[in-house]
């Protein structure tokens, strides 16, 4: 009697030990179930053409920028949204009220650049006399309403490409003046990947606005939107 008692007490541990076995083997599984959901939530990246031109260099220029980053996996998605044609009036960033009868575009593109699936920016712009557009001024100004607003932009990866009707049209130093920007509303500011890594895109429109023809420039441009890919990702944990 007494050794059947003990073999039903062996019996009832190893069925207890091996019911214990399969509760954490499930834990684990679900946990790992949960990461791999995580994982397989897409990273946006939106190219903001800061270009009073629809449709143009710059426009041209970022959208080689967004299938270079959309190449780099099949979890990145891109949108181009283009500032010409928007009314946005940078005044307003300094709390003043808008004028009776006036427009301006600017909130409505606050729910897409703070969307926490956005995972990467890339501003684009023109270069007119070694800076940017003013509507690129006006745009970056009325961003203090993300910052405001608890950091909305805070560690998005940015990227930044400049257009010039040169070679060296002041592509760097308009760059580096957007670059500035970014870094107060705590982006994580990256620029071009290999070989020749620069600090950013830059792009020479050429004669007849045709930037495909410059090779260099797109190279960076393709690099650009690697790079803030690739960082977008490695940030969400993807």
Not at 91 to 112: C, I, R, T, Y
Not at 202 to 211: A, E, I
Request: with cysteine; charged share 25%; proline share 4%.
């Amino acid at each position: 009697m007494e050794s059947v008692t003990r073999r039903n007490f062996v019996r009832t541990s190893i069925a207890a030990g091996a019911a214990a076995v399969a509760v954490t083997a499930a834990g684990i599984a679900a946990q790992g179930a949960a990461g791999e959901l995580r994982k397989a939530k897409n990273v946006k990246i939106i190219g903001i053409s800061c270009s009073p031109r629809k449709g143009k260099t710059t426009a041209a220029s970022l959208l080689v920028c967004l299938d270079a980053a959309k190449k780099v996996s099949p979890r990145i998605e891109v949108e181009l949204v283009e500032l010409a044609g928007m009314k946005i009036d940078g005044s307003l960033a300094a709390g003043l009220p808008l004028e009776p009868g006036q427009k301006d575009d600017f909130d409505k593109l606050v729910p897409k650049l703070a969307d926490p699936e956005v995972g990467g920016i890339i501003i684009g712009t023109p270069v007119y006399f070694s800076g940017m557009t003013s509507l690129c001024k006006a745009f970056l100004d009325r961003c203090i309403t993300l910052w405001q607003d608890d950091l909305k932009l805070s560690n998005k990866v940015a990227g930044v490409l400049a257009v010039g009707g040169s070679r060296n049209g002041g592509q760097e130093v308009t760059i580096q003046s957007v670059q500035a920007v970014l870094l107060c509303q705590e982006m994580i500011v990256v620029g071009t990947s290999g070989p020749a890594p620069r600090i950013g895109a830059t792009v020479w429109s050429g004669d007849g606005d045709d930037v495909t023809k410059d090779e260099f420039g797109m190279a960076k441009a393709k690099g650009l939107g690697r790079r803030v890919a690739e960082v977008a990702l490695r940030v969400k944990g993807v």
